[in-house]
């Protein structure tokens, strides 16, 4: 991939005036994947250990095959965009995300693998922001529908998907039996 963006402007209503985007998404390089992916390891791990799912000696390996299994090609996965978000403004980094468009089912899918905003630009506004332009992304692309996965504990952003308009489609429920 280039350095290009990967969507050029993207514009939002606000009352009656329109303003762009503060948000600007660029593709990631190798070097800013293997960073990105890696994270998204190590969170993976701790969510499951967290909730019950891995043991903690186990956790780092099992996450690392799930991430081998979502992403086969790494970088290159079909259908996958890795993406750093830049403040349009100040093209400073404000953190990544990853999201796949595909077609099944004889729908347009989009999905958003992986948000992560960087501890300093956290509650400024960002999050939001990141998911109303993947949502102009999405209908840009034909999709019907944007998709995503959360974990129960993950309180904060429940409540700003939820503010967002995003609501539950499914629950995934265990009990412990000690």
């Keep these: 991939m280039s350095a290009r963006q990967v ?3 993207i514009h939002r209503r606000r009352g009656d005036r329109v303003t762009e985007s503060r948000l600007r998404l660029v593709p990631m390089s190798e070097a ?3 960073a990105s992916r890696d994270r998204g390891i190590a969170r993976h791990a701790q969510e499951q250990v967290h909730a019950g799912v891995w043991a903690s000696q186990h956790a780092q390996g099992e996450s690392r095959r799930d991430f081998a299994q ?3 090609k790494g970088r290159g996965t079909p259908s996958y965009r890795f993406c750093r978000v830049l403040d349009s403004s100040t093209g400073t980094s404000v953190g990544e995300t990853w999201f796949s468009v595909r077609m099944k089912g ?3 899918q989009f999905w958003v693998d992986w948000i992560w905003i960087r501890p300093s630009s956290r509650r400024k506004g960002y999050g939001g922001d990141l998911l109303r332009l993947l949502e102009e992304m999405a209908r840009a692309r ?3 529908r944007i998709g995503l996965h959360v ?3 993950n309180t904060g952003a429940i409540a700003l ?3 967002l308009g995003y609501q539950m489609t499914s629950h995934r429920m265990a009990k412990e039996l000690e």
């Design 106 to 108: 004889g729908r347009v």
């Design 142 to 144: 034909g999709a019907g």
């Design 151 to 153: 974990l129960a504990g």
């Design 70 to 72: 979502l992403l086969p």
């Design 32 to 34: 800013e994947f293997r």
């Design 7 to 9: 969507h050029p402007r």
């Design 161 to 163: 998907y939820s503010k």
